[in-house]
Every structure is written in structure tokens, then in C-alpha cells.
T-cell receptor
Framework: GNSVTQMEGPVTLSEEAFLTINCTYT??????LFWYVQYPGEGLQLLLK?????DKGSNKGFEATYRKETTSFHLEKGSVQVSDSAVYFC???????????????FGTGTQLKVEL | KAGVTQTPRYLIKTRGQQVTLSCSPI?????VSWYQQTPGQGLQFLFE???????NKGNFPGRFSGRQFSNSRSEMNVSTLELGDSALYLC????????????FGPGTRLTVL
């Protein structure tokens, strides 16, 4: 079945440091890939997405490129801020479900802590 | 446009009881999915409803059930609650276009004592 593997956290960085959170996946076919962010006490917010190989998703300074050859979708940001502190989830969506349904398979999440 | 809303936000129940959680999707969205989030198991897919029909189901026991109404609002029910059912239950809605983005609600925090 489908699976997503993320790097273990927590990741602690100083403000303005470079961020990379690794994500690799296993899936049949051509899934769409997502990064979601969860702030304390809240639900999930979509951060960015990519729907096909070599697509680059970007939002709020975050970027991730869909690499089919390495089955990866690593999240990067050039300069993190304290406000980026949250839990980040990598996920994939397989469109080839019965009836064309929707199901997200998530990684375990990576907690990011940014300090001044 | 209003986002996904879930009620109640917090709930405390005791073992053996049952609980019903509610989710109102974004206006116009017909797909509603439910996820369970726990520290041990992470985020796991429960089921998806589309136009009042269950379209996909995760690997949860039959104590977990759901339904969807004609206005796309969805409820999930957990019967005979167990301590391990304590979790954040998240609902997500999706539009009808080819875009497969799902929008999540704030969740219902269920504590089973």
C-alpha cells in the first residue's frame, strides 16, 4: 500500500536558518503530494502541493519539488521565522481509488521549533 | 466563504458510551472525509462520504460509522467507546473540480475516561 516517511523531529533552528524536512513516499501510479502544517490546537492547513513529476509547489517562502526518480518531496525554506514553529506533515493522495474517491496518506509529522 | 466547521470542539466521555461528531463542509463541497489523529498512530483515514454515500473506508472497527446528509453535512459515530479512542478527529472537505485539495476543520478533541 501507499506510505509516507518523514524525518524524525523535533527540528530546532535559529531564526533565519535554512530548513529542510525530508519526505519520501511509496505509491503505485502517480499520486499527488502535499505538505500540511498544524499549529498548536488547530487543524491542518495546506501549505503547498504538487500533482505531477517535476512540479514545484511553493507558498509563504516554502518550496518542495516532486521528484519521481527519488520518490521524494522534501520541504525547504531559505530563512525560517519564529512564527513557522509548527508540526509539518507530508501526505500523498491516490486518485485511483474505487469510485474516484479521496484519501490522504500522511507521514508521522515533523515538529519544527524556531528560536530567536 | 466559510471554512469547514466541526462541533463540538471538545468532548469528554466515559468508556462504553457512544458519541456523535458533526462536520459542515465548505459550501458546495460534496466530499467529506474523516481522520483520526493520535500521538501513537498519527493521522489515519477513517472514511469518506460523497453525495450521501460512503465512497472509501479505512481500517477501523465497525464501532466507527458515519453518514452524510443531503446538504453534505456529515456525522461520525463511535459506539462502545474505548480509552484508545481518545484522539483529535479531523474532518476535511473537497470540492468537485479536478483539483484534489482537501480543506480541514479545526477538529474535535475527544477524551475517553
Amino acid at each position: 500500500g501507499n506510505s509516507v516517511t518523514q524525518m524524525e523531529g523535533p527540528v530546532t533552528l535559529s531564526e533565519e536558518a535554512f530548513l529542510t524536512i525530508n519526505c519520501t513516499y511509496t505509491a503505485t501510479g502517480y499520486p499527488s503530494l502535499f505538505w500540511y502544517v498544524q499549529y498548536p490546537g488547530e487543524g491542518l492547513q495546506l501549505l503547498l502541493k504538487a500533482t505531477k513529476a517535476d512540479d514545484k509547489g511553493s507558498n509563504k517562502g516554502f518550496e518542495a519539488t516532486y521528484r519521481k526518480e527519488t520518490t521524494s518531496f522534501h520541504l525547504e525554506k531559505g530563512s525560517v521565522q519564529v512564527s513557522d514553529s509548527a508540526v509539518y506533515f507530508c501526505a500523498l493522495s491516490d486518485q485511483r481509488l474505487t469510485g474516484g474517491g479521496n484519501k490522504l496518506t500522511f507521514g508521522t509529522g515533523t515538529q519544527l521549533k524556531v528560536e530567536l | 466563504k466559510a471554512g469547514v466547521t466541526q462541533t463540538p470542539r471538545y468532548l469528554i466521555k466515559t468508556r462504553g458510551q457512544q458519541v456523535t461528531l458533526s462536520c459542515s463542509p465548505i459550501s458546495g463541497h460534496r466530499s467529506v472525509s474523516w481522520y483520526q489523529q493520535t500521538p501513537g498512530q498519527g493521522l489515519q483515514f477513517l472514511f469518506e462520504y460523497f453525495s450521501e454515500t460512503q465512497r472509501n473506508k479505512g481500517n477501523f472497527p465497525g464501532r466507527f460509522s458515519g453518514r452524510q446528509f443531503s446538504n453534505s453535512r456529515s456525522e461520525m459515530n463511535v459506539s462502545t467507546l474505548e480509552l484508545g479512542d481518545s484522539a483529535l478527529y479531523l474532518c476535511a472537505s473537497k470540492g468537485n473540480a479536478g483539483n484534489n485539495e482537501q480543506f480541514f476543520g479545526p477538529g474535535t478533541r475527544l477524551t475517553v475516561l
